[in-house]
């Protein structure tokens, strides 16, 4: 298994980071051997991966920019195709349609969506639509004077977008048809004043979609159903009575769809739920420290047999064995040294 890391690279956005670094995992140590580093490049931040995992694209915070690089198939080397200007300040996030021809990204300086046609091989075209996302700021003046919109996913059909707005408590539905976003029916579910929404995730069998709120550390649990969405559960992502300042940061669902986890930044923890077999409802079931600061990443391997935390502020990814029974965290003593980890994607060998 290869492993794609990125992070915050200059000095407005605190990193120590230096571009992009490529490892191979070996599959008996576990141990990451560095195979190629991609410098010159500022805060690539969070990738998305196409389906036949040939393509890898790369938000850049801080900055309006969004790389697209081939992977070779033999080496799984990196190569740039180019940079394209995403019309909107710090993107964060990006998701590909389920044809591959179109790349929607998430402008959170800018409160906007774009759409970025690509080409037959895979490059960034100019943009093509840019949604401006309507709302009222929530009550933190600091972190909620407009919209910041954290996050762009597909649902599983493949046919609505789904957008959570830290700035204006909501989170936004689009339908996503012919290259073009529009918003839904239901164009947006709110959340309590001051939750800050921030990423998102379907189960992977349930019609249920879980959101994590970054700024009151809990989580939404909504029931899907054809582009609408139904609130049943809000539910906190703390141990019962810590009141020490955190915020969310990542979620993720495992692939047998019994267990989600949600990183805590200040509380330096990965939250583990157990969730319900017939409802998608959500129960606390752990909290297991990542052994660094401020961990904004996380990301489960291939197999889920493993979880990877990307602790920004220590400037290390920590490793942990997952139980499969119990869907524990245990560590694994391995530690890799990269600056400022904010994105960790993975290609099988």
């Known amino acids: ?206 019609p249920v979609l879980y959101v994590n709120n970054e700024l009151d550390s809990t989580v939404s649990v909504f029931n899907w159903q054809d582009g609408k969405a139904t609130e049943r559960q809000v539910i906190p992502t703390l141990p019962r009575g810590r009141t020490e300042p955190n915020t969310t940061a990542e979620i993720a669902v495992s692939p047998d769809g019994r267990f989600l986890y949600v990183s805590n930044r200040g509380h330096d923890t990965i939250a583990q739920f157990a969730i319900a077999a017939d409802s998608g409802l959500l129960s606390m079931a752990g909290h297991y420290p990542t052994g660094g600061k401020r961990p904004r990443f996380f990301a489960l391997g291939l197999d889920g047999r493993h979880l990877y935390a990307a602790n920004q502020d220590s400037d290390d990814i920590t490793v942990f064995h997952v139980d499969r029974a119990a869907g524990s965290l245990i560590p694994t003593g391995v530690r890799i040294n990269v600056g400022s980890p904010s994105a960790i994607s993975f290609v099988g060998t």
């Open 1 to 206: 298994m290869f492993a794609y890391v990125g992070g915050y690279t200059t000095p407005d956005r605190d990193g120590r980071g230096n571009g992009i670094n490529v490892f191979r995992i070996d599959p008996v140590s576990g141990a990451w051997n560095h195979v190629q580093h991609v410098g010159g490049l500022d805060n690539p931040s969070l990738f998305t991966l196409n389906r036949a995992a040939t393509r890898l694209y790369s938000v850049h915070g801080g900055r309006t920019l969004v790389s697209a690089f081939a992977i070779d198939p033999a080496s799984r080397h990196l190569t740039l195709l180019n940079q394209m200007d995403c019309q909107g300040s710090n993107p964060v996030d990006s998701a590909l349609d389920p044809t591959g021809h179109f790349l929607i990204v998430a402008n959170y300086g800018a409160g906007s969506c774009a759409v970025m046609p690509l080409t037959e091989d895979g490059a960034l075209s100019p943009v093509s639509q840019l949604e401006i996302l309507p709302g009222t700021p929530g009550p933190d003046r600091e972190q909620q004077a407009s919209s910041h919109p954290h996050a762009a996913i597909f649902d599983p059909a493949g046919q609505f977008v789904i957008v959570p707005d830290k700035g204006f408590d909501r989170t936004f539905l689009f339908r996503f048809e012919n290259g073009r976003l529009t918003p839904a029916e239901q164009a947006f579910l709110p959340a309590a004043p001051g939750a800050g929404p921030r990423h998102a995730a379907f189960h992977p069998f349930l």
